[in-house]
């Protein structure tokens, strides 16, 4: 495989299973949640080196900004039987639009504790109910997204993959905590605490919180937040709560809860009309921040539903760089990490990561993208 070409089509390669982090760093040998690889891609010249995760603050500089993702992990995953089949199910919930309106997803158990990608011979139907462990049901009542992505995702004869689900738990985050677990893929080796999957910046929300760990803060320690401040780097919050991976389709996102408060959009247009840089924490960072600002880049707090897709057609306006794991052959996200970085220096970073090892996955290694 050559750099030219590395990305056409989403992704015409296959991801070594070798390079699949199966468990968290601390649990594989390393001395810390912060004890990863960072290659840090410039466009600038299209170069790619390599360095510690640790290294991140001598690789900023006085003035640029981060901005971090606060949502909290949720314990999003919960077992079930189809009520009318008794087909043995796993309920992943994504999206709380009210107490009992959710956006969930139905997978079928792999018998090793995690899932597989639920086919449903001759179609899905609403109106299937699931009786949950502890006894709370939830009812489909309509698909949710396109029968085809514009990124080529889910085929037209394919059941639908997430639908609009009645929820029926009186409170429905309590009865996540007492019967829900962390939701993890085949990729990953045991079930783990929960605890696992927050980062340090996490905070609870009464809105809910995400299905899946906004992954590229997991490797920030406290100690290492003090040292990017002490560097000179500001690091604000803003908040997206993030729905469940399309694993298998890699189908793009569909509408996801933001906030960026006021304080933050201020913190982010003073330093673009100072020149420093604005470095998005994660994928999620991204589409809240380009949510958030207008046609000429300027950040707006809002609060409010995002169906916003970044695309190299439509470009970033807000952010200079992008601090992110490594996503899949075929995934959506590659389309965001084009707009940022160019498609140059994406075939040549993801061709590198390759021919060096880097480890992928939300217990994987880090890839910061710099467009300046």
Known sequence: MTDAGFVDGLGDWELPPELEAVAPPEERGGSGRDDVRLMVARRHGLTVTHHAFRELPQLLEPGDVLVVNTSATLPAAVDGRVTETGEPVVVHFSTRHSDSEWVVELRTPDGKGSTRQRLVTGGAAADVTVRLTGGARVTLLAPVGPAVSPGGGRPADTPPRLWRACFGATDPLAYLARYGRAIRYSYTNIDRDLTAYQTVFAE?????????????????????????????????????????????????????????????????????????????????????????????????????????????????????????????????????????????????????????????????????????
């Open 204 to 372: 609870p929300s009464p809105r809910a919180g995400s299905a899946e760990m906004p992954s590229a803060a997991r490797p920030f320690t406290a100690e290492l937040v003090t040292r990017l401040v002490s560097r000179g780097v500001q690091v604000v919050p803003l908040t997206l709560h993030t729905g469940v991976a399309s694993v298998e389709s890699h189908e793009p996102p569909y509408a996801e809860w933001f906030e960026v408060p006021e304080p933050t959009a201020r913190v982010v247009n003073a330093a673009r009309a100072a020149g420093s840089r604005v470095v998005a924490v994660g994928t999620t960072a991204v589409r809240a921040l380009e949510s958030a600002a207008d046609a000429s880049g300027v950040v707006r707090a809002r609060s409010e539903w995002t169906e916003v897709v970044i695309t190299p057609e439509r470009g970033v306006r807000v952010v200079d760089g992008l601090l992110t794991g490594f996503h899949e052959p075929r995934a959506s996200h590659l389309l965001m990490l084009e707009a940022v970085a160019g498609r140059p220096l994406l075939d040549r970073s993801y061709a590198e990561a390759l021919r060096e090892g880097y480890l992928w996955h939300e217990f994987g290694d880090l890839h910061l993208i710099l467009s300046r």
